[in-house]
């Protein structure tokens, strides 16, 4: 009876073996060289607009008439890949990121389909990009962050806004500046605001840093927690196991 079961686990995973190497060898390599094709274009996009600021205004507009919904205070890379691919979660921001990554990190002519395989996959470039430390992330990221961050429409209070307000026309983003004055009781008092980009763009580096160090303190704290716990389980067994062997002898 066992030599049978053994036959049959042993048949079934050697064919299962054999059907992922098919798997690995046609319909997944091909879905990934698609991908990789379809990334690689997003990328040579990338390198032509982030050379010049006319021509991402121009996608701008050219995302507005698709009618493609994304927050325009995001990064260059995440907007490309939103009007390509459209909202697909966290895969958006992980092609975004491998558009980034590899616009920075690649050699001469290097290809992004050729930078990807040598890293491994989209998945590998997105984990070891993650693992970054805080003294690496650049202000772009920093933005990307707190435009993700306030995607939700999240708001600590609303207010009008006044003509006067909006005096930037080369500012392509939905945010503003307001200056709030604290008057000493806990409460704000909105004085006055800015779409300035260059203001726009330092709050949004600034938030994004805080929002990412607020993160970064969580995850340390959870993971400490979650230490501390298997810490505790950990001696809870070892003394029921040494009461047991008291008990028993």
Same mark, same amino acid.
């Given at each position: 009876m066992k030599n049978d079961i053994k036959i049959e686990l042993y048949n079934t995973l050697n064919t299962l073996v /054999?059907? *992922?190497?098919l798997w690995e060898n046609g319909t997944y390599k091909q879905a990934n060289s698609e991908l990789y094709a379809i990334l690689e274009q997003c990328g040579e996009i990338y390198? /032509? @607009?982030k050379a010049d600021k006319k021509t991402a205004r121009?996608? !701008?507009a050219v995302a507005a008439e698709l009618g493609i919904s994304f927050n325009k205070g995001t990064s260059l890379a995440l907007k490309i890949v939103r009007v390509v691919f459209g909202a697909q979660s966290n *895969?958006?921001? /992980?092609?975004a990121r491998v558009i980034k990554v590899w616009f920075v990190e690649r050699t001469d002519g290097q290809t992004l389909t050729n930078y990807v395989i040598?890293?491994?996959g989209?998945? !590998?470039v997105r984990r070891n990009a993650s693992k970054q430390t805080t003294d690496t992330l650049s202000a772009d990221d920093y933005r990307e962050i707190a435009a993700e961050a306030f995607e939700g429409g999240h708001a600590l209070a609303t207010f009008s806004v006044e003509d006067y307000m909006l005096s930037d026309d080369e500012n392509d983003t939905d945010y503003m500046v307001a200056l709030v004055r604290?008057?000493?009781k806990g409460d704000g008092v909105v004085l006055g605001g800015s779409n300035k980009r260059m203001l726009v763009n330092?709050? @949004?580096a600034v938030l994004g840093k805080d929002i990412n160090d607020l993160q970064k303190a969580t995850n340390s704290t959870g993971a400490q927690n979650s230490k501390r716990t298997e810490a505790v389980n950990n001696i809870t067994q070892f003394v029921a196991k040494r009461q047991q062997k008291k008990a028993a002898a």
């Open positions: /054999a059907q *992922r190497e390198t /032509a @607009l121009i996608f !701008n *895969r958006e921001f /992980a092609y040598e890293q491994g989209v998945e !590998n604290c008057d000493g330092t709050a @949004l």
